[in-house]
């Protein structure tokens, strides 16, 4: 018999409500140790099986399922999990889905797409960008780890990218037990470059830059916010390497400005702009500090894709606050008749966090404020309905009269 884990008698454990998560708490008791990183069965207080997954004691999360019927984590699944991944975006692309609509289609060739997005592709702890000819991978639980060969050789197979780069760098691998590394899966560097990506220039470090390198789950609103900007005085806050003020700039925005903290992150700004040959400016500057700051100016679009304030569920009361004062100054800044885009990224604010937030600060503001669009992360980015945590980016594009 296979090696379970049991909830508590009288658990509400949410694995029971479809959710793919155990921890450790929710359990009558952990498993020895060397079934970390193995396959186990979950049952519940009854002794009901409820599905096949990955375990590691080390973890407070110490059960990932993987199905709801019994499986092996061999090369068999990990193939028929990568192959589902993929023609998952394929389809997407044909279809024409609202995320990949005509005018923001991803290029047909190079491909720049999430390829594996951990759990809603049944694969716990797996993230796969694709930028073109190179693959950015990311594992972050033990049980893929472990297997981290197979799944290299299974994606070199699938994908036949030139290069792949591990970023095991986020510090989420230490609550697995694992260490933080970068590197290539040939050993050599993988130098920046330019790389095309919906018409524009991008200089991308995928091996040493943020992240990824590019966040690819925006490019839709990139499209989406610049046909608000023909015309206007466009503000980029929180700017990071450009993408919204260079698509503002080409659409024909009268001024671009962007801002970000980060010098580095200005600077790739700059270079960007310069290499399209559009009119953009970029200064390095705290954004908080930068409204309260000038006070005077007004925008007609301002757009604000801050990083994640909440990056804790006890976090959450503060990012909270601090979304709604970036904002209020937003708008407050914004000349009548002008657009807020605004975003979050993190899965700890829900949407109905996110629309009572920005509610309180158009009162606050005294303007008067209309939805035009809702946005949402892409296709690529699939959401597990039985997950919360897989949503995390969600935004809405706004007039402010």
Not at 136 to 155: F, G, N, S, W
Not at 306 to 330: H, Q, T
Request: aromatic share 8%; proline share 5%; charged share 25%.
């Amino acid at each position: 018999m296979a090696a379970s884990l049991k909830l508590k008698s009288g658990a509400t454990a949410r694995v029971l409500r479809g959710h793919p998560w155990v921890f450790a708490n929710e359990v009558v008791e952990l498993l020895p140790p060397e079934h970390d990183g193995g396959v186990v069965e979950c049952r519940d207080a009854k002794g009901r099986f409820l599905g096949s997954g990955i375990c590691n004691r080390q973890s407070q999360i110490v059960w990932r399922r993987l199905s709801r019927e019994r499986v092996e984590l061999d090369e068999a699944y990990l193939r028929g999990a990568l192959e589902r991944a993929v023609a998952r975006r394929d389809y997407d692309c044909r279809a024409g889905s609202p995320a990949v609509s005509v005018s923001n289609r991803p290029d047909p060739a190079p491909q720049f797409r999430r390829l594996v997005w951990s759990e809603s592709d049944d694969l716990p702890g797996v993230v796969v960008d694709q930028f073109g000819d190179t693959l950015v991978v990311q594992t972050q639980t033990l049980a893929m780890e472990q297997r981290l060969e197979t799944l290299l050789a299974l994606l070199d197979a699938l994908i036949k990218p030139a290069e792949i780069i591990l970023r095991n760098d986020a510090p989420v691998r230490r609550l697995e037990g694992l260490p933080l590394e970068v590197k290539t899966r040939s050993g050599r560097a993988w130098a920046p470059r330019w790389v095309r990506i919906d018409g524009l220039d991008y200089w991308l470090d995928l091996q040493g830059g943020q992240k990824t390198g590019f966040y690819l789950d925006q490019r839709p609103q990139h499209v989406a916010v610049a046909k608000y900007a023909v015309g206007r005085r466009v503000l980029d806050a929180f700017c990071n390497q450009g993408s919204f003020a260079l698509h503002c700039a080409r659409a024909g925005a009268a001024v671009v400005r962007g801002l970000d903290s980060a010098a580095e992150a200005v600077e790739q700004a700059r270079r960007n702009a310069e290499h399209n040959h559009l009119r953009a400016e970029f200064l390095a500057a705290n954004v908080f500090d930068y409204f309260t700051a000038q006070r005077d100016e007004t925008w007609d679009l301002v757009i604000l894709d801050p990083p994640p304030f909440a990056k804790s569920k006890g976090a959450l009361v503060g990012a909270m606050r601090g979304y709604k004062e970036i904002n209020l100054r937003a708008l407050q800044r914004l000349a009548p008749g002008g657009v807020l885009a605004t975003y979050s990224c993190s899965h700890h604010v829900q949407d109905a966090d996110f629309r009572a937030m920005l509610a309180e600060a158009a009162t606050d503001a005294k303007r008067r404020v209309h939805i035009l669009e809702f946005s949402h992360q892409p296709s690529d980015h699939p959401v597990l309905v039985t997950m919360p945590e897989s949503e995390y980016l969600r935004g809405l594009i706004l007039r402010v009269e």
